[in-house]
């Protein structure tokens, strides 16, 4: 029995294999985090520049292959072997190899989430095409996840393509119709859009971006607009609770801004794993 053959016939086996390539995805992810908000600002320094008619400043060329990842205290460059995910945080004790400086746990985090998500995504949906789609939909969530709390930017070059991509992967009837994915980027990016200008009338000012609407589109294209109450309901009483804790553990006024992103991630993540269950179990049937 090849390989495959087994994959597709043994859960478990299934699962471990999703797991060891979460966490090699993971590992790209914290590039990703790290360096696609700076690219942003370079092309947003790039484009003022053109604006103003001054040359665009000298800086040096990054993008998610150049430069080799390199440690940010001493700039040694990181070894191939010191990359292999979550080992070798753990063979280096979390420190640089050449400074020895501290080396963030979130790195293996990262990497252990998108292990987490790959496994919980391969139980899910098995061996299938559903679940080459779902583990691309869930690593993106996580990607945003992070910019979003370091930042507070969710890129459109995330949330666009992973709108359409859920769309063309609903074309198939992955995870639900094609009309149900359509009514679905529809609805979510209009509910948030009609929250953001309902609040900014009434508060005077923004309580969201509009990165927020594209994220909330972009599930409802994946989920459908029949989960989508599912996704907002837990996104929202997550928020509250968490965003509350956190302000509090912060001791910072109510005034601060916390980014919803992650949240609606969340939400999409459970939305996706679960919504269909939980509309069921709500309304004793799903909506067509």
């Given at each position: 029995m090849d390989f495959l053959s087994v994959l597709q016939n043994s859960t478990p086996w299934l699962a471990a294999a999703?797991?060891?390539?979460?966490?090699?995805?993971?590992?790209?992810?914290?590039?990703?985090?790290?360096?696609?908000p700076r690219m942003m600002e370079a092309q947003?320094?790039?484009?003022?520049?053109?604006?103003?008619?001054?040359?665009?400043?000298?800086?040096?060329?990054?993008?998610?292959?150049?430069?080799?990842?390199?440690?940010?205290?001493?700039?040694t460059?990181?070894?191939?072997?010191?990359?292999?995910?979550?080992?070798?945080?753990?063979?280096?004790?979390?420190?640089?190899?050449?400074?020895?400086?501290?080396?963030?746990?979130?790195?293996?985090?990262?990497?252990?989430?998108?292990?987490?998500?790959?496994?919980?995504?391969?139980?899910r949906f098995g061996y299938s095409a559903a679940l080459a789609f779902a583990l691309v939909y869930g690593w993106a969530l996580l990607a945003l996840t992070f910019i979003?709390?370091?930042?507070?930017?969710?890129?459109?070059?995330?949330t666009l393509p992973l709108l359409w991509l859920g769309l063309i992967a609903n074309s198939a009837g992955l995870f639900t119709d094609l009309r149900s994915a359509v009514l679905g980027a529809v609805a979510g990016y209009l509910v948030l859009w009609a929250v953001y200008w309902g609040f900014?009338?009434?508060?005077?000012?923004?309580?969201?971006?509009?990165?927020?609407?594209?994220?909330?589109?972009?599930?409802?294209?994946?989920?459908?607009?029949?989960v989508l109450p599912v996704v907002i309901v837990v996104s929202a009483g997550l928020g509250a609770v968490l965003g509350s804790i956190a302000l509090w553990i912060a001791k910072r006024g109510s005034d601060t801004r916390i980014p919803f992103g992650p949240y609606l991630a969340l939400g999409g993540i459970v939305g996706l794993l679960w919504g269909r269950t939980a509309v069921v179990a709500w309304l004793g049937h799903f909506p067509a």
């Amino acid at each position: 029995m090849d390989f495959l053959s087994v994959l597709q016939n043994s859960t478990p086996w299934l699962a471990a294999a999703a797991g060891v390539a979460g966490l090699c995805i993971g590992s790209f992810l914290n590039v990703v985090i790290h360096r696609l908000p700076r690219m942003m600002e370079a092309q947003w320094r790039s484009e003022c520049a053109a604006l103003e008619g001054r040359d665009a400043p000298v800086e040096e060329t990054l993008n998610l292959m150049t430069p080799r990842s390199r440690c940010p205290s001493c700039g040694t460059p990181i070894t191939a072997w010191q990359n292999i995910p979550l080992a070798s945080w753990l063979a280096l004790r979390g420190r640089c190899a050449a400074c020895k400086a501290p080396i963030s746990a979130r790195y293996p985090a990262v990497e252990l989430l998108a292990a987490a998500l790959a496994v919980m995504m391969s139980v899910r949906f098995g061996y299938s095409a559903a679940l080459a789609f779902a583990l691309v939909y869930g690593w993106a969530l996580l990607a945003l996840t992070f910019i979003d709390f370091d930042t507070q930017l969710l890129p459109d070059d995330i949330t666009l393509p992973l709108l359409w991509l859920g769309l063309i992967a609903n074309s198939a009837g992955l995870f639900t119709d094609l009309r149900s994915a359509v009514l679905g980027a529809v609805a979510g990016y209009l509910v948030l859009w009609a929250v953001y200008w309902g609040f900014r009338l009434l508060a005077k000012k923004e309580g969201m971006g509009y990165g927020d609407f594209k994220l909330l589109a972009a599930v409802g294209a994946w989920t459908g607009w029949q989960v989508l109450p599912v996704v907002i309901v837990v996104s929202a009483g997550l928020g509250a609770v968490l965003g509350s804790i956190a302000l509090w553990i912060a001791k910072r006024g109510s005034d601060t801004r916390i980014p919803f992103g992650p949240y609606l991630a969340l939400g999409g993540i459970v939305g996706l794993l679960w919504g269909r269950t939980a509309v069921v179990a709500w309304l004793g049937h799903f909506p067509a």
